[in-house]
């Protein structure tokens, strides 16, 4: 698996952005967002449980991601096409503001070496990467377990602040100065 100060993997993948068949579907590469940090998350699968609340808490939580240059981008091995079915499906994920990626090849999810070895699905892990494509922050939760989205953007300010940050740090804390 990828780690802290890899690059992030070139990518081109379709994306579902819409519930609207005549705008549902754009390209999303590595320089669609150049210049802004990414929050990079994947989920093993459209159309089961935990899933779903994870989804729609980024979705609830995109201003949050917004304000701080950040664009998140949602990501599985399901296609396009059953994205925009479960999109249209699950009333909380109806209006998603962010890209939800089709990794059908499984590139990205290979490159990230994201896979689950036995169920071959994108485990549910999240990178936080920076303006310059460089991974700053990896997490990997057991696929029975969803991750916690506040602590996705804490993380992301604590990254921001270019500084020491304390356990349990928080925007607007102290951080800490070296002696």
Same mark, same amino acid.
């Given at each position: ?7 992030? @993997?070139?990518?081109?993948?379709? &994306? ?25 998350? &994947? ?8 899933? @779903? ?48 990626? &089709? ?8 490159g990230l070496g994201i896979l689950h070895k036995d169920a071959g699905v994108c485990n549910r892990a999240t990178f936080i990467v920076d303006p310059d494509g460089i991974i700053r ?43």
């Amino acid at each position: 698996m990828l780690t802290i100060g890899d690059k992030l @993997p070139e990518f081109n993948l379709k &994306a579902v952005v819409s519930n609207d068949l005549s705008n549902a579907f754009v390209d999303v590469k590595n320089d669609t967002y150049k210049g802004k940090w990414l929050v990079l998350f &994947a989920w093993p699968k459209d159309f089961t449980f935990v899933c @779903p609340t994870e989804i729609a808490d980024f979705g609830r939580m995109n201003g949050e991601f917004a304000d701080r240059d950040a664009q998140v981008l949602g990501m599985s091995t399901d296609s396009e096409f059953v994205h925009l079915a479960w999109r249209k499906d699950h009333k909380d994920l109806n209006n998603l503001p962010f890209p939800m990626l &089709a990794d059908i090849k499984r590139e990205l999810s290979e490159g990230l070496g994201i896979l689950h070895k036995d169920a071959g699905v994108c485990n549910r892990a999240t990178f936080i990467v920076d303006p310059d494509g460089i991974i700053r922050h990896v997490s990997v939760n057991d696929l029975s377990v969803g991750r916690n989205t506040q602590e996705v953007l804490r993380i992301l300010d604590a990254l921001q602040t270019d500084e020491l940050c304390p356990c349990n740090w928080n925007k607007g804390d102290d951080t800490l100065k070296a002696a």
